[in-house]
């Protein structure tokens, strides 16, 4: 059981953000967010020269990572899922 306190304040710059339409990572648009993300994410690891590594890309793209790095050639895998991409993702392992 969830134990919810509300209400849950966000800050005006949160909001105006989350009013705008989303943006497609393959978009042009994208690459000064993309930059700025790695800035930030430096910031946050506290380095200056280290280069944090951030991937753009689908859910596909990421389960292509996890798996592709997870699991060895010839190993079991099991994959629950209840989809397209489900199905998909069992028939490439």
Do not use: C
Request: glycine content about 10%; charged content about 20%; hydrophobic content about 40%.
């Amino acid at each position: 059981m969830l134990d919810y306190k509300g209400p849950v304040e966000f800050h005006e710059d949160v909001l105006t953000s989350m009013s705008k339409k989303a943006m497609s990572h393959v978009s042009p648009a994208f690459i000064p967010v993309f930059g700025e993300s790695i800035e930030l994410l430096r910031k946050v690891f506290f380095t200056k020269k280290g280069q944090p590594f951030v991937v753009s890309g689908s859910g596909t793209l990421g389960w292509d990572m996890v798996s592709s790095n997870l699991v060895e050639p010839g190993e079991d895998a099991l994959v629950l899922n209840s989809g397209y991409f489900g199905d998909s993702f069992a028939e490439w392992l």
